[in-house]
Nanobody
Framework: QVQLVESGGGLVQPGGSVTISCKVS????????IGWFRQAPGKEREGIAC????????FYPDSVAGRFTTSANKAWNIVSLQMNNLKPEDTGIYYC?????????????????WGKGTSVTVSS
């Protein structure tokens, strides 16, 4: 059984940085893609990053490109999301999710397993 557990997050000032992590158990990252999603208050969940465990390729939507970076530590089966220059609109619950297969596109409907999420609040 694949399990994902997010950690990190918390309260961050605008313009600040934070790194959240996703511990993956029950499988190796080599054959999975890991996606990061967030749900802002009152809004639908959106995809913000995707990492191919097979070849390390990543994808980011325009809303976070250049500010967010996801990477994998395969030795520890941990995927991290570093978030820089945070804005109040980045506030939300952040989830990691996995799907089997290669590729760096993580559509919400195609993800197989989900973590429970971790909260990030960007406020002064």
């Amino acid at each position: 059984q694949v399990q994902l557990v997010e950690s990190g997050g918390g309260l961050v000032q605008p313009g600040g940085s934070v790194t959240i992590s996703c511990k993956v158990s029950g499988t190796t990252l080599d054959y999975h893609a890991i996606g990061w999603f967030r749900q802002a208050p009152g809004k639908e969940r959106e995809g913000i990053a995707c990492l191919s465990g097979y070849d390390g390729r990543t994808f980011y939507p325009d809303s976070v490109a250049g500010r967010f970076t996801t990477s994998a530590n395969k030795a520890w089966n941990i995927v991290s999301l570093q978030m820089n220059n945070l804005k109040p609109e980045d506030t939300g619950i952040y989830y990691c999710a996995s799907r089997s297969g290669s590729g760096n596109i993580c559509s919400e409907s195609r993800m197989d397993y989900w973590g429970k999420g971790t909260s990030v609040t960007v406020s002064s």
